[in-house]
């Protein structure tokens, strides 16, 4: 058997994918928290439990309505992006004009309530969700063997991370975007509606958070406290990043992801803390966050 | 009568009267565990000093520090080990406690205040939840059971803690002092600082202070204040657990000083009540907690920003805080 470091090679890339695929999650996470934050200037603490509905709407419509993976995976990110939308319509927009601390207060009540309504009706034991069948086994890469999903997770979450960047860096509703980010009076003084931009900003945050959901469902049990457990590191994640650019949380949460699954070969005791301390290190260091432009 | 004039004499009227609500309540206070199940009213008091302690930083301040439940739940680890395994008496381990607390504060102030605002409250949030990854890892936890059954002891070998009313009274004292603190702090000149770095940061280090030392003392006497409490609790109730160092503990004193009023001197107090009396109504009704607090979250920030006690100064005292 090959070694590295005395670590057995495939026990190394087993936790690597297992990083990967975390990594994933806070990526595509702290991409939707730094798009919110770039122009609505609030910290989404319901990201996290935005992410939990996402899994649970597709846990619902396979046991009640009998709808499929793959149909949830266009359905799923559709309803939490609406819901969000109502969110911000309801509640967020009566909120810009106060100290940002109200909108992260605002979403933290939310995040408790959604999470208790599943509470209540769910308890918080995880329901498994079956591997689409298109997807199921294993692929043997000669050195590893890598579970289809999986390798389809990373894809997939690839592709999202792409996709938006592309969206807010190359076409035209992304330059209103950018630039209502820079100067919303300005911006609306041109002709374009930022109160609606606002509304769509923060349902794109939204359903970014749920198809995470959906595409996490199938790997993690789906769980209403899912959610809550994942938001703090992604916090930690968006500090080491800093929230001024979008590929910068992009690849923040990649890397953290694999240290992460680094430290669980090395020091697994380790493995909950590491991104914690990295925000530590990184603060010390560079407080601005390693891509972040404003202190 | 000019309106200046007219402004003084309400305002003197208005300190007259919170002075003698102030004497009323802690006479109320003394006769309370005659009347309340005692317990019920150390275990208020334990998360009204909290929610003070928590003020000083998010109302004198201008710091939202969502990682508090790591001071009061780490203290009142600090404190429970001592007592139980080292055989420490009560005042010793509550010492300790709220040092331990300070020591934290010191450590988390100084990694949190290099970053401003929203950043400020996630830094926090992250450290603490650390804090939490490593109280479910570390031995002298105890892990999921938490340190149960700590002595209560004799306060200072004479004064027998397990006699509820001599435990009440030393629960009394220890919030009277936490708060009279609290108010010497808040208004002393080093207060007048804090309250203006609130107001203008940047003014303030363009008058020459130097704001971070500023922030990074309020923090480490609001988490040594936050530590006090915990270690009291952990006497008072004889365990220390996993629960108080959670981040819906954060999450609760930051609703009990939101919906009392942030701020104000008397608003923690209110809404620590409320929320410590609402939790356990609930428990016995089967309505979850958790939706209960998250409504009560959404409807303060949305139309009750001023909590209620900030919501009483403004209506009828003609003044917006303190």
């Known amino acids: ?295 | 009568m000019s309106e200046a004039a007219l402004h003084a004499e309400r305002s003197a009227a208005s300190v007259r009267l919170e002075r003698a609500l102030v004497a009323l309540g802690i006479v109320a206070l003394i006769a309370a565990p005659f009347v309340i199940y005692p317990i019920f009213v150390m275990k208020m008091l334990c998360f009204a000093l909290f929610a003070c302690a928590f003020n000083l930083l998010l109302g004198y301040t201008g710091l939202l520090s969502f990682g508090h439940a790591a001071f009061f739940g780490g203290a009142a680890y600090f404190c429970a080990y001592a007592v139980k395994a080292w055989g420490l008496p009560p005042e010793a381990g509550i010492l300790l406690g709220t040092v331990g607390a300070a020591g934290m504060g010191l450590v988390m102030g100084f990694l949190a205040i290099r970053r401003q605002g929203i950043y400020f409250s996630m830094i926090t949030l992250a450290l603490a939840q650390m804090f939490y990854f490593f109280c479910v890892q570390a031995p002298f936890t105890e892990g999921e059971d938490g340190i149960q059954g700590v002595p209560r002891g004799h306060l200072f070998g004479v004064v027998d803690l397990n006699v509820t009313m001599n435990m009440y009274f030393f629960v009394l004292a220890v919030f009277l002092i936490g708060v009279f603190a609290i108010w010497r702090i808040v208004n002393s000149p080093f207060g007048m600082i804090l309250r203006s770095i609130r107001e203008n940061e940047n003014r303030a280090i363009s008058l020459g202070y130097s704001v971070g030392r500023y922030k990074l003392a309020a923090f480490v006497m609001s988490a040594a204040l936050a530590g006090l409490a915990g270690a009291t609790k952990a006497i008072v109730f004889q365990f220390a657990t996993l629960t108080d160092v959670t981040w819906q503990m954060s999450g609760e004193v930051i609703l009990m000083t939101l919906l009392g009023g942030i701020g104000t001197m008397v608003g923690p107090v209110v809404g620590a009540g409320l929320v410590v009396g609402l939790e356990n109504t609930l428990a016995t009704s089967g309505f979850p907690v958790t939706i209960a607090t998250g409504l009560i979250f959404m409807v303060c920030v949305l139309i009750f920003r001023r909590g209620i006690v900030g919501e009483v100064y403004a209506r009828w005292l003609g003044r917006a805080g303190e």
């Open chain 1, 1 to 295: 058997m090959t070694m590295i470091f005395g670590i057995p090679i495939q026990a190394l890339l087993g936790q690597l994918l297992v990083g990967l695929i975390n990594g994933s999650f806070y990526a595509m996470l702290s991409l939707g928290l730094a798009v919110i934050f770039g122009l609505l200037r609030i910290i989404n603490f319901a990201h996290g439990a935005l992410y939990m509905l996402g899994a649970f709407i597709g846990y619902l419509l396979l046991v009640h309505l009998g709808i499929g993976y793959w149909p949830a995976l266009v359905l799923v990110p559709l309803i939490v992006g609406l819901f969000g939308m109502l969110v911000e319509r309801l509640a967020l927009s009566h909120l810009y004009r106060l100290d940002p601390l109200y909108g992260l207060l605002f979403t933290f009540g939310l995040a408790l309530v959604i999470e208790g309504v599943f509470r209540y009706y769910y308890g918080v034991s995880g329901n498994p969700y079956a591997v689409p069948a298109l997807l199921a086994g294993g692929t043997n890469l000669g050195f590893m063997f890598l579970p289809n999903y999986r390798g389809w997770v990373v894809v997939a979450s690839l592709i999202v991370c792409i996709g938006t960047w592309l969206l807010i860096e190359k076409t035209r509703l992304g330059s209103y975007l950018r630039a209502a980010t820079e100067n919303p009076e300005l911006v609306q003084a041109f002709g374009v509606n930022v109160p609606l931009l606002l509304t769509l900003t923060y349902g794109l945050g939204a359903a970014l958070a749920g198809l995470a959901g959906i595409l996490a469902a199938p790997v993690y049990q789906v769980s209403p406290l899912m959610g809550s457990d994942l938001i703090i590191v992604v916090f930690a994640v968006v500090v080491v990043g800093g929230m001024g650019s979008i590929l910068g949380a992009i690849v923040t949460g990649y890397m953290l992801g694999l240290a992460e699954g680094l430290t669980k070969v090395f020091y697994p005791e380790a493995s909950n803390l590491v991104v914690f301390v990295i925000m530590a290190i990184v603060l010390l260091l560079r407080p601005a966050g390693l891509f972040g432009r404003d202190a």
